[in-house]
């Protein structure tokens, strides 16, 4: 009679060994799948956000913001741009990380604008989060008013810009 | 007394019984949970590219093209707006259509736009849908606004004047007609020289009137941009979508009256123009004021622009 509990209750152990080793088994499948998931998704949310970046720096000349004038379609207003420089109010208007322009041609001194030395600068910064990462670049013209000229004046220009960051809680 | 056969059971089969069924009924929950969220998260990257493939069209380049947009399977393409902050908000969130319990299930994660303006029905559905854009000057450009209707949309314009004939001709889905009776069947008819239509459009008092829905009120610009609105948007995301659209070209005002002021110190001043324009911000913010105030005002720095030496815009 004592032999044959035993037996049983051994025959449940060796069950309950099997049961616990299937779930930890199908555990690990589970987390292993949904790290490789989580990886692509972010994979793929990255790579979106790039499209964006770089679909916003292609068509950067068609939003009114910084859009120079109807006569040029492939022109970015730097007045309007640094007067964007200090509207709080666009901080996120854009959904970007990073949002740059840089004059390339004719070089001129290598400084960030403010509002102190503008037009006698070279680059724009208007939004720069820590987060971003690469930005994408497009060529552009960069066009002012000339106060010396009294007329309007384009630089060979380039944009820069990074979409947002993707936040990841792994 | 008869002996009643019965089957015995000992602990170890109704414990393994039990651990099997449970693991079962955790296996069937785990998938049908996997399912939904890889369909949430599908959904959701169908929302991005579709915003990321839109983008191209808000350029000038573009606008009078008609974009064919085709999805894998048939989507529903949810449009809202919402006036909460500087700018209101465009959200637009997808779900594809499921063979497996309801055919439509919640949308995905909806994504939030400050600076888009979809004029759609609500929701859009389809296997195939059509994208338009068009740029909307008042008196300088405000936004691209980017109309969205599906293949299963057919639209009749009847007796449409000519220049929106002309726009109409290039438009994939919209049939132009003398007549409603030669519209073909089951189309939405947008009647211009009469009504009782589903949409009638009186180009003499600028309204646009939904079948039993409230009368959308438009400004006639060069391009019919907000015409166009009317007639493609639910009344409700209409009025939504224009306020917002007037909240961007308040900003935008006092941006022109800050480069104008700029513009001032280095010898190209025009004091009146940037008093206007501070003017038309506050007109454009106030949710109250009427769309002929705003077109008239409009107007008038329009003219004041082009006197300029140095165009504000």
Known sequence: MISKDKKAQLKIQQMAFVLVAIFIFFAFISLIYVSIRMNFMKKQAVNLEADKAMEFAQKMTGVPELKWSQQCDSCIDLDKAMMLKNRTVYNDFFGLDHLSFEIIYPVITDKECITGNYPNCNKLTLISKSSYDTASRAYISLCRWDQETNNEMCYLGAVYASGKAVQSNT | ?313
């Not at chain 2, 969130?93 to 029905?121: A, D, E, H, Q, R």
Request: proline share 4%.
């Open chain 2, 1 to 313: 007394m008869k002996n009643k056969k019965a089957i015995e059971m000992n602990f170890a089969w109704i414990f393994a019984i039990l651990i099997v069924a449970m693991i079962i009924a955790l296996a069937i929950y785990g998938a049908v949970r996997l399912v939904s969220v890889e369909k949430k998260s599908r959904d959701s990257a169908t929302a991005k590219e579709l915003s990321v493939l839109l983008t191209p069209l808000e350029t000038n380049l573009e606008s009078s093209v008609t974009t064919p947009l085709q999805f894998s399977q048939e989507t529903r393409v949810y449009n809202k707006c919402d006036l909460n902050g500087n700018f209101g908000t465009q959200s637009i969130s997808t779900s594809t259509s499921s063979g497996i319990g309801n055919k439509w299930n919640n949308p995905g994660v909806p994504l939030k736009f400050y600076n888009k303006y979809f004029f759609s029905s609500d929701p859009v559905e389809g296997t195939k849908m059509y994208a338009l854009s068009r740029p909307l000057f008042m008196p300088y450009k405000i936004a691209d606004l980017i109309y969205l209707w599906s293949e299963k949309q057919k639209y009749c314009f009847v007796n449409p004047p000519n220049d929106i004939e002309n726009d109409a001709s290039s438009m994939i889905g919209v049939n132009i007609s003398y007549s409603k009776e030669d519209c073909p069947l089951n189309s939405i008819l947008v009647c211009f020289t009469s009504s009782g239509c589903d949409i009638d459009v009186s180009i003499s008092s600028r309204t646009v009137k939904h079948k039993a829905q409230k009368t959308e009120y438009y400004v006639d610009t060069d391009n019919n941009a907000l015409l166009y609105a009317a007639i493609f948007s639910d009344p409700v995301l209409y009025e939504c979508q224009l306020q917002r659209l007037w909240f961007r070209a308040s900003e935008l005002a006092l941006l022109y009256a800050s480069k104008s002021e700029s513009l001032g110190t280095r010898g190209c001043t025009s004091q009146s123009l940037q008093a206007e324009l501070v003017s038309y911000a506050s007109l454009t913010k106030n949710k109250n004021s009427s769309i002929n105030s705003i077109s008239f005002m409009s107007s008038q720095i329009a003219d004041d622009n082009k006197a300029l030496g140095c165009k504000l815009f």
